[in-house]
């Protein structure tokens, strides 16, 4: 069934120009029809203001194409308690999203509550809400029995006239063991005690949590661990064998870690994606070679991220950890790369074939570096991002013959304020490859 654009009631057609930019909105779509032009006009209006009885007969109709709906944010001064969606509406809903409103989710005496007659929901993201209803309407989620991505941040509560976040509670888990990705975003940190089932949801392939106060058992299964704002040091003490049950392990991302104890990961040797966001090292000395010596065994890496301050790779074997694995398509590192370090990363006679995005911090010890090196083994590099290091006094690059067929080239610095370290693009080929590169704040040089 095709949909009929002039059957389509204004207030859904407000909806869907919501989600065109208000530029476009205004100047093009406004000047469609009529129609258009006063559905524009209220597309800035929430999508909660919508007049459901005058949309009912097209909702009906169409209802089998309605699979994804996102309930924007709630106004201020409309902050109501969304308790129902209509039945149309939700009789082929497959992913609802909702953002920043009132919530009652589970059946009252005076609503069917939110999620009644969701039976075909298998992805529902709630966005800093408030649940009117606590763990109550939490509990709720129990009664979707096709959901199978299932995405809780910052869900809120209100308690003596204040806002507080609704602790999760200890039979929601074991109610949801058909979920195959589960986000949660939990600050207080006993909030983790309804997290003590998970090691037991067999089906569960994808984990993300924010606000890690406690790293709960997790099952065997995983294939996507995401542990974000990890307010507790990540070692061996604090997490005995967990990390080492995780034997189907193919994506790592562990950002703004607080302390991170390499010996930890030393179990992991399955990785395919591994990102190191904002980290900071136990013990910087010696937590830089064992890090890198585990990265060096990853022989499966696709993806690399690696972001740590006090990271030193100096001697040549640290070097080779980084381009180690021979499928590794995307590198990205923020560390001090010492002279001998980058020269063994990127040797002529070893050739990545499947890198073509790489994108690093230069440090001052390699800013006369020839790229010349490093373009002839990566020749399907089509992206090449080079940031200069606020200790740089002086950034001068001999960027090599072969760098023109770079289809994406990017010379910048960390910070605007820093512009002027990135000095000059000395370019040994017939194109000057420097006109691609902006925010750059000192004159280029053709030799």
């Not at 009652?104 to 075909?120: F, I, M, N």
């Not at 959901?147 to 509560?157: F, G, I, M, S």
């Not at 060096?296 to 040549?316: D, I, R």
Request: proline residues 5%.
């Amino acid at each position: 069934m095709e949909a009929d654009w002039h059957s389509l009631p204004a207030p859904l057609l407000a909806g869907v120009l919501q989600q065109v930019n208000t530029k476009h909105r205004l100047i093009c779509c406004a000047l469609v029809c009529k129609s258009w032009a006063a559905a524009a006009a209220v597309a800035t209006d929430s999508l909660r203001s919508l007049d459901w009885e005058s949309c009912s007969s097209w909702v009906e109709h169409h209802k089998a194409q309605i699979t994804s709906f996102h309930l924007p944010p709630a106004r201020p001064q409309d902050f109501a308690v969304v308790s129902q969606l209509p039945s149309p509406l939700l009789a082929h809903l497959v992913e609802l999203r909702v953002d920043r409103n009132r919530l009652q989710l589970a059946p009252s005496s005076s609503s069917p509550g939110l999620l009644q007659h969701a039976s075909t929901l298998r992805a529902l993201a709630v966005n800093a809400c408030q649940v009117v209803d606590g763990q109550d309407g939490l509990m709720a989620l129990t009664t979707l029995p096709n959901l199978q991505d299932l995405t809780l941040h910052v869900v809120l509560n209100l308690y003596r006239n204040r806002y507080e976040q609704l602790k999760l509670p200890g039979e929601l888990l074991p109610g949801l063991q058909h979920l195959t990705r589960l986000c949660v975003r939990l600050n207080a940190a006993d909030n983790w005690q309804g997290l003590q089932q998970l090691g037991q949801m067999t089906v569960l392939r994808q984990l993300h949590l924010q606000g890690v106060h406690r790293v709960p058992n997790l099952c065997a299964g995983l294939r996507v661990l995401v542990l974000e704002d990890v307010q507790i040091p990540l070692s061996p003490a604090s997490t005995p064998g967990i990390f080492a049950q995780l034997t189907a392990l193919q994506e790592l991302r562990l950002q703004d870690c607080m302390v991170l104890d390499p010996a930890v990961l030393q179990p992991i040797s399955t990785l395919q994606h591994l990102v190191l966001e904002d980290i900071q090292l136990w013990e910087p000395a010696n937590a830089a070679e064992v890090l890198l010596a585990w990265v060096g065994k990853q022989q499966q890496l696709t993806h690399l991220e690696l972001e740590a301050g006090q990271l030193v790779a100096s001697t040549g074997a640290q070097g080779r950890a980084l381009t180690a694995s021979t499928k590794l398509q995307h590198l990205r590192f923020t560390l001090s790369l010492k002279e001998e370090a980058w020269r063994q990363a990127f040797t002529a006679d070893k050739q990545r074939q499947d890198l073509t995005c790489l994108r690093f911090v230069l440090d001052p010890v390699i800013c006369g570096a020839d790229l010349s090196q490093l373009v002839s083994c990566c020749p399907r590099l089509r992206d090449l991002s080079i940031r200069a290091s606020p200790a740089s006094q002086r950034v001068v690059i001999a960027a090599g013959k072969c760098v023109s067929h770079f289809c994406r080239y990017c010379l910048a610095a960390v910070d605007h304020s820093h512009c002027m370290h990135v000095t000059a693009l000395v370019c040994k080929a017939d194109v000057l490859v420097g006109s691609a590169c902006t925010r750059v704040g000192a004159s280029w040089q053709h030799s």
